[in-house]
């Protein structure tokens, strides 16, 4: 999977309010982990793009993880990736 385009700035204001906000929910409001795992560079590091953008758009069957695909696209999921694994924006 390779990132095809990026969000336009709306828009990625929007996924990083979805990130720290929803996804921090389970995976802590600062990503440290919580009922979900850390999504931190060192803790993503090793983990396939393919596989992360999967995992937020399918969800994984059996866990609290729910699928993000009425939410974000392809695209977006791949940019959510991306920046989660040099370090995650904050909200403005």
Same mark, same amino acid.
């Given at each position: @999977? &390779? $990132?095809?385009? &990026?969000?336009?700035?709306?828009? #990625? +204001? %929007?996924? /990083?309010?979805? /990130?720290?906000?929803?996804? +921090? ?5 600062? =990503?440290?982990?919580? =009922? ?12 396939? @793009? ?9 969800? #994984?069957?059996?866990?609290? @993880?729910?699928?993000?695909? #009425?939410? $974000? *696209?392809? &695209? %977006? &999921?791949?940019?959510? /990736? /991306? *920046? =989660?694994?040099?370090?995650?924006? #904050? %909200?403005?």
């Amino acid at each position: @999977m &390779a $990132v095809t385009s &990026a969000p336009d700035a709306s828009r #990625r +204001g %929007e996924l /990083v309010t979805l /990130v720290r906000q929803d996804c +921090g929910s389970c995976h802590g409001l600062t =990503l440290k982990g919580g =009922l979900g795992p850390a999504l931190l560079p060192e803790t993503l590091k090793d983990k396939p @793009m393919d596989s992360l953008a999967a995992t937020i758009l399918h969800g #994984r069957p059996g866990t609290a @993880m729910p699928p993000w695909r #009425r939410f $974000v *696209n392809e &695209a %977006e &999921a791949e940019w959510i /990736v /991306v *920046n =989660l694994q040099k370090g995650f924006p #904050r %909200e403005r």
